[in-house]
């Protein structure tokens, strides 16, 4: 790949300007696996069944409206669509959000760390959620694993990360869609380029996501 200079340089001094807030906000995700409650990992799940063509702020505040009015853990989908203000194609991901939060249950109570946990490495995992996930392609069920603390290796290939792997070098053009060929590609990619410039991976999606967003949300 012929990396742009100029752009590689702009990456690189905003790793050096973020790089102690981008660690921290990773260590804080696994603080989320470590010591999260039941109820901290469906909303991260939730919040990832969201985000598509979606802003991740205004998400973000669903998920918060929902949990202080009790509706993500008992909302039916009629009851959760009205908080999803903001949020596009909210019927159907109402739906979803009810959906995942049957197929996390056992007996009544949410129990998606057991289940997950039982999925194997991050790569495994990722492709059990792509196939057994309504609502989750590669993108989504990377960002829930990272969310979670447990997405080392994997990037989240969304339109931020993509239009800079463009201005990078790294891939030629923005594809119109994403297969799992074309997904595990371009992230292989992404993986290389990382380690040619030193900056971990899941530290580099967060730089290019703050290059663009101007704060290291999630």
Not at 17 to 41: K, N
């Amino acid at each position: 790949m012929q990396v742009d200079a100029e752009a590689l340089k702009k990456v690189e001094e905003i790793y050096s300007e973020v790089g102690d807030v981008v660690r921290r906000r990773l260590a804080e995700f696994d603080l989320v696996w470590e010591r999260g409650s039941e109820d901290d990992l469906f909303s991260e799940m939730a919040f990832c069944l969201l985000t598509p063509q979606s802003k991740a702020k205004v998400c973000w505040a669903a998920i918060s409206s929902l949990r202080e009015n009790g509706l993500l853990f008992s909302g039916t989908p009629e009851q959760i669509v009205e908080h999803l203000r903001g949020v596009r194609f909210k019927i159907r991901k109402s739906e979803y959000v009810v959906l995942a939060r049957e197929q996390f249950s056992e007996n009544g109570r949410l129990a998606v760390r057991e289940r997950v946990a039982s999925l194997g490495e991050p790569y495994e995992a990722r492709e059990w959620l792509v196939k057994n996930v309504k609502g989750y392609g590669y993108k989504e069920a990377s960002h829930f694993l990272r969310n979670i603390g447990l997405g080392r290796g994997l990037t989240i290939l969304d339109r931020h990360i993509l239009k800079n792997l463009k201005l990078l070098g790294v891939i030629q053009e923005v594809p119109s869609s994403l297969t799992r060929r074309k997904y595990l590609e371009i992230e292989d990619r992404m993986k290389t380029f990382a380690e040619s410039v030193g900056i971990p991976v899941e530290q580099l999606d967060l730089v290019l996501w703050y290059k663009e967003a101007g704060e290291v949300f999630k």
